[in-house]
């Protein structure tokens, strides 16, 4: 298991290190936020051990950064900032755990063990527009929050326009997306397809539209 230990403290650092290597640890060291973002984009790891308090910043930034460069990590806060409002402000931010300073480092050894054994907790990417949302990871829609039941070629089109929502989206483009590169699609073909996916959408929403922009193709809209 590879950890990363985020820490300007040199003795606390030094100390760690050592008995987190001593117990079958590999451990990296980042003594300033700079380091520590430098790391977490070129590397893996298992764990985050993160101090808050940091000659270049306020470690908690880390948690942001960790969820903008989609690198979800398990991170453990240590710091001499121990009153609940911290703890509390610290594991609503993302961290898994919080541990004061002082701390015995077998404490620390079964906090981490015990972290490993939770799963990191990913974003999941939705967009949304409207009323309508689309879970990328799944491939489902909703409504509302209500699962939008769609066919498959149904749920092609809504895909391709949901990546340009508001934008003009060609007729080639959603062939291309729905029946492939080098399929022939006779000409009422994409046409069947907007039509009941309209009809569909029209029984769980009248806040979008698919809008037809004749001979050049269809475009997603709030009505």
């Known amino acids: 298991m590879r950890l990363l230990l985020i820490e300007d403290d040199e003795n606390i650092a030094e100390t760690l290190v050592a008995y987190l290597e001593k117990n079958g640890f ?10 520590a973002r430098t790391a977490v ?27 903008e460069q989609n690198k979800p990590q398990r991170v453990i806060l240590l710091t001499a900032l121990g009153d609940v409002d911290d703890r509390v402000r ?10 004061p300073k002082p701390f015995e480092p077998r404490e620390l050894l079964a906090r981490i063990r015990n972290a490993l054994k939770q799963p ?24 509302n929050g209500e699962v939008l039941n769609l066919r498959r070629t149904e749920a092609l089109v809504l895909e391709a326009l949901m990546q ?3 934008s003009l989206v060609s ?7 729905v ?17 009941r996916l309209r009809k569909n959408l029209s029984e769980h929403t009248d806040e979008i539209k698919i809008q037809t922009t004749r001979g050049l193709g269809y475009s997603l ?3």
Request: charged share 30%; with cysteine.
């Open 26 to 35: 590999v451990v990296d060291l980042a003594p300033t936020l700079s380091i």
């Open 41 to 67: 984009c070129e590397n893996t790891f298992d764990l985050v051990l993160l101090d808050r308090l940091l000659p270049d910043g306020e470690g908690m930034t880390m948690l942001r950064y960790f969820e």
């Open 90 to 99: 610290g594991l609503e931010s993302g961290a898994h755990d919080y541990i």
């Open 120 to 143: 990191i907790k990913i974003k999941r990417d939705v967009k949304t527009f409207g009323p309508l949302s689309y879970d990328v990871e799944s491939r489902g829609f909703s409504v």
């Open 164 to 166: 340009r929502p508001g």
């Open 171 to 177: 007729r080639e483009s959603l062939e291309s997306k």
């Open 179 to 195: 029946y492939g590169y080098d399929k022939f699609v006779s000409s009422n073909s994409l046409e069947s397809q907007v039509s």
């Open 221 to 223: 809209i709030k009505a």
